[in-house]
């Protein structure tokens, strides 16, 4: 079954304590990309990457890392995260003619 | 830069009523535009595109959108409107420029169809 895998699906952390969230994709699907989901601002893009070693930035980026070391993982890392971070993660994966297939979600809470 | 436009926040219409969510968009070059569903606790659904061909796409449950050019518009449709319906709709634009394949998302329509 084509699925994109999202770990965990509930965090509640505190500030400054060093979290990663896993993405895994089975479709072997070339681009990668992290969301983060807020009341009435939709979805918006923190980075993508568009193979393995290639990631850039998105619309919000800051108090983000990522790295593609394989075309099927994603990791999102946040180093010191802050109580703005609190929000809804997701991650998905396309191709180049596809739609986006998204993760289950990350509901993350910093305290 | 490319954008989207859900004008609308929250859409209430009665059960068997036709239903439609409006999108906008705003790209440099050819879109290529989807729709979303996501239900309370749950990632997002795919539930149609249009790349390419008829400005009329069909896709799950029942749900049609209509790619008009001119309005560069692509508004979600349905003729009948079912309870199981409600939840929350994102519509999405990228296009396929060099290597750039950013999807960028509306801030989406909360709709609810009411017994």
């Known amino acids: 079954e084509a699925q994109v895998t999202q770990n965990p699906r509930y965090l509640i952390t505190v500030t400054g304590k060093k979290l990663t969230v896993t993405c895994s994709q089975n479709?072997?699907?070339?681009?990668m990309s992290w969301y983060r989901q807020d009341p009435g601002l939709g979805l918006r893009q923190i980075y993508y990457s568009m193979n393995v070693e290639v990631t850039d930035k998105g619309d919000v980026p800051e108090g983000y890392k990522v790295s593609r070391k394989e075309k099927r993982n994603f990791p999102l890392i946040l180093e010191s995260p802050s109580p703005n971070q609190t929000s809804l993660y997701f991650c998905?994966?396309?191709?180049?003619?596809?739609?986006?297939?998204f993760g289950q979600g990350t509901r993350l809470t910093v305290v | 830069a490319q954008s989207v436009a859900q004008p609308e926040d929250q859409v209430n219409v009665a059960e068997g009523n036709p239903l439609t969510v409006k999108c906008t968009y705003s790209v440099s070059g050819n879109p290529y535009l989807f729709w979303y569903v996501q239900y309370p606790n749950r990632g997002l659904q795919f539930l149609l595109k249009?790349?390419?061909?008829?400005?009329l796409v069909k896709g799950s449950y029942g749900f049609e959108a209509e790619f008009n050019k001119s309005q560069t518009s692509f508004h979600l449709k349905k003729p009948s409107a079912l309870v199981s319906d409600s939840a929350l709709y994102f519509c999405?634009?990228?296009?396929?420029?060099?290597?750039?394949?950013?999807?960028?998302f509306g801030s989406g329509t909360q709709l609810t169809v009411l017994p």
């Open positions: 249009y790349i390419t061909g008829d400005n």
């Open positions: 479709m072997n699907h070339e681009y």
């Open positions: 998905a994966s396309q191709d180049r003619r596809t739609e986006a297939f």
């Open positions: 999405a634009v990228r296009v396929l420029s060099g290597s750039a394949r950013q999807l960028t």
